[in-house]
């Protein structure tokens, strides 16, 4: 039995070497684009015991405790408390200064009133830097009000 040939039935034919050359080129092209990420998995690891050394209290830091006072004080009564003394700005400075030079390790923590103003505390963050402290601590309370 002899099947015919239509006419039109070999145009249908796809050239795939062109498909080929595309794909091949959009393989490339995501290959050289993706960025792959890096998983950390759990391993167990032994850490190393350390002893903790106990160092004596001479040998911590010690702390200067700056009070800055609200506006709600009295006017006679000084901005700045320290160590129960009042004192204005340059004491505080020659303070810090002494304290310094005595011993590096003194560190300072300011406390601002909720009342103080913020200038006020900037005043003697100032005043501890001149002195010659590097690092100043500014006290504040956590907790939420209303």
């Known amino acids: 039995m002899r099947f015919r040939r239509e006419e039109g039935a070999g145009e249908g034919i796809i050239n795939l070497e062109?498909?080929?050359d595309v794909m091949f080129i959009l393989l490339i092209f995501f290959m050289a684009t993706t960025t792959f990420k890096e998983e950390e998995y759990f391993r167990p690891v032994n850490l190393p015991a350390v002893h903790k050394k106990h160092t004596a209290l001479s040998n911590q830091a010690k702390v200067i405790v700056v009070n800055v006072r609200?506006?709600?004080r009295n006017k006679e009564d000084a901005l700045y408390v320290v160590s129960?003394?009042?004192?204005?700005?340059?004491?505080?400075?020659k303070m810090v200064a002494d304290k310094i030079a005595s011993d590096k390790n003194h560190k300072v923590l300011i406390r601002g009133d909720k009342?103080?103003?913020?200038?006020?505390v900037a005043m003697a963050v100032a005043a501890c830097h001149d002195g010659g402290v590097d690092t100043v601590n500014i006290g504040y309370s956590d907790k939420a009000t209303e």
């Open 84 to 93: 129960g003394k009042q004192i204005n700005l340059l004491q505080l400075r």
């Open 70 to 72: 609200g506006e709600d």
């Open 18 to 20: 062109s498909l080929l």
């Open 115 to 120: 009342l103080a103003l913020h200038g006020n």
